[in-house]
């Protein structure tokens, strides 16, 4: 066994794995860019090597400076995660190069599954089940087009080297062929280098089904069972689980045998992830479903998680285990089952706003308290703290969270309640959107497919289950107690609002979801309060700290667990039944605002210009795509919000920016 290796990663991939090792009695190497200096993976290992700059391009993917951080370190081994580094051939030949071991597959099989076309062939050759389509050499845009024809519509337009849901075009009918594939060339050869693509039938109500595979130097391979990962936003992934719900036991055998035939072709070593796309009739027809391989991921994948929830086993220590030469731990008769986990990408994005990458600082960060490793209730796999920024160089996710139940019925309500108790501060994140999915029909029901969330989004976006009500009692307890402990204990300063005489009312000012709205709270004689928000009804208010953190808020019938953190006016209310944000106002800091100026666009997070589609002197009409922005490896459009004439472009294509930062000038 190694007895230090270095982790090529950063995040909570690299604190996953230093964890392993460290229980494996085994050294870590951590590296790091500017960005990452003071990061929580860099303390999770025993030495850290600073490797370049904040963007990828100067640190993470500089593999020639984090090999000579291995040489340098004594370093045995390379462990590259996932993302970066993880599926080059080139640089798993340059660590064998370099005295290194690679923990992962051979380069042969990163690149025979890396270019989806060739993957393809091969896999046809080993008798793996394949949507129908054209996967040949032959580019030319007339035959792309009669191969098409030929499968019929709808149809899916793949690149070929593509990945993370780039390069990706539905067409549904024969007349809008040619400039669907313009486009996607385009983008393929912008994001991969290559203009190469492949032409499939586009499966309906498809489900994506994974197969978690492994191989070892001796000859065998192994199935570790599937993960259903249907659930996506712009064809990335969501909400993981295992098993697939609806799986029978013989579709499960059928694509576990297909998984290993597929890794076997490639003389497959390591952890890998066979993804297969499944055609159902009918949601509850589960002998209906015919499954197609899509590709192999030659990694560790972020979902992993839930495989070793329900398996019991500690995939990184296979991972160690295999590269350094041991055969499986276990055969296939041996790898058993228990339970039903899922797992939830909480991310900085903004859901209600076409999932638009956020960036800050985590003010707060207060999660569920996490139980054993494996087969654990509640797990969460991060790389930040309480404290820590999002920065706009890196992937957006800021946590994975795992549950574990001994039905899927038990995990939903455990995924729930850990959602409930994830509190996140100072910038946007997905945790309520989260929620939203989880309690939804269709996925409760596990009514599942790749259309899940634009089927669901009535009850997916722009949802507040806490309610004004509820908010705005919630903030003003908060208010009076924090009053209470700055003011003292005498009798004329106590929070239920003691008055030797009379009564009297105080009023504040809130801001609910862009509207104004006035409250009025009465201190009655004897100490008791009641409380009116906006032209409701008042209703008597009264509330309650226990030990630990919130408290109890009785207003309107209801009687509500609350927590109030503030971000200068805003108030962040997390309540049982969800969260909300609310203003409380100080009406002299407002007093004679401007008017909200216009002819103004600003870049809507921090990122980098990718291009403009105007010139100084160009008229525009509103809704007009006037610029290409580009944060957290995902492109944002910025559009005109009315009519208008470009009268100056203030940042040229590459330019870094901030967030705020005016782009353009409109007259």
Known sequence: MFKKILIANRGEIACRVAATARRMGIQTVAVYSDADAGAKHVQACDEAVHVGGSAPKDSYLRWER??????????????????????????????????????????????????KAESKRLMETAGVPLVPGYHGADQDPALLQREADRIGYPALIKASAGGGGKGMRVVEKSEDFAAALASCQREAINSFGSDAVLIEKYVQRPRHIEIQVFGDTHGNCVYLFERDCSVQRRHQKVLEEAPAPGMTEALRAQMGAAAVAAAKAVNYVGAGTVEFIVEQTAYDQPESMKFFFMEMNTRLQVEHP?????????????????????????????????????????????????????????????????????????????????????????????????????????????????????????????????????????????????????????????????????????????????????????????????????????????????????????????????????????????????????MWVQFNGARTHSQVHAQGEVRHVFTPQGAVRISLLDPLAHAGEAAQEGGRLTAPMPGKVVSFSVKAGDRVLAGQALAVMEAMKMEHTIAAPQDGTVAELLYAPGDQVAEGAELLKLS
């Not at 660590?95 to 690679?102: D, E, H, R």
Request: proline share 5%; charged share 20%.
């Open 66 to 115: 984090i090999l000579q951080a291995a040489k340098d370190t004594g370093a045995e081994a390379v462990h590259p995660g996932y993302g970066f580094l993880s599926e080059n051939e080139d640089f798993a030949k340059a660590c064998t190069a370099a005295g290194l071991v690679f923990i992962g597959p051979p380069a042969s099989a990163i690149l025979a599954m890396g270019l």
């Open 306 to 550: 839930v495989t070793e929830a329900i398996t019991g086993l500690d995939l990184v220590e296979w991972q160690l285990r295999v590269a350094s030469g041991e055969p499986l731990p276990l055969q296939q008769s041996e790898i058993r089952m228990t339970g039903h986990a899922i797992e939830a990408r909480i991310c900085a994005e903004n859901p209600d706003n076409n999932f638009l990458p956020a960036t800050g600082t985590l003010q707060v960060y207060r999660k569920p308290q996490a139980t054993s490793f494996a087969r654990s209730s509640i797990r969460i796999d991060d790389g930040v703290r309480e404290g820590d920024t999002i920065s706009p160089f890196y992937d957006s996710m800021v946590a994975k969270l795992i549950v574990h139940g001994d039905t899927r019925e038990q995990a939903l309500a455990r995924l729930d309640q850990a959602l409930a108790q994830t509190h996140i501060v100072g910038l946007n994140t997905n945790v309520q959107f989260l929620r939203h999915v989880v309690r939804s029909a269709s996925f409760a029901t596990a009514k599942l497919d790749t259309a899940l969330i634009p089927r669901e989004s009535a009850v997916l976006f722009k949802q507040d289950p806490v309610g004004l009500q509820t908010a705005a009692a919630a903030v003003i307890a908060d208010a009076l107690q924090a009053e209470a402990a700055a003011q003292g204990h005498d009798p004329f300063s106590r929070r239920d609002g003691w008055q030797s005489h009379g009564i009297t009312q105080r009023r504040f000012e809130l801001e609910y979801e862009g509207q104004a709205v006035s409250a009025q709270l009465r201190y009655e004689r004897g100490g008791a309060l009641s409380l009116q928000v906006g032209e409701a009804a008042a209703s008597p208010l009264q509330f309650t700290s226990p030990e630990g953190e919130g």
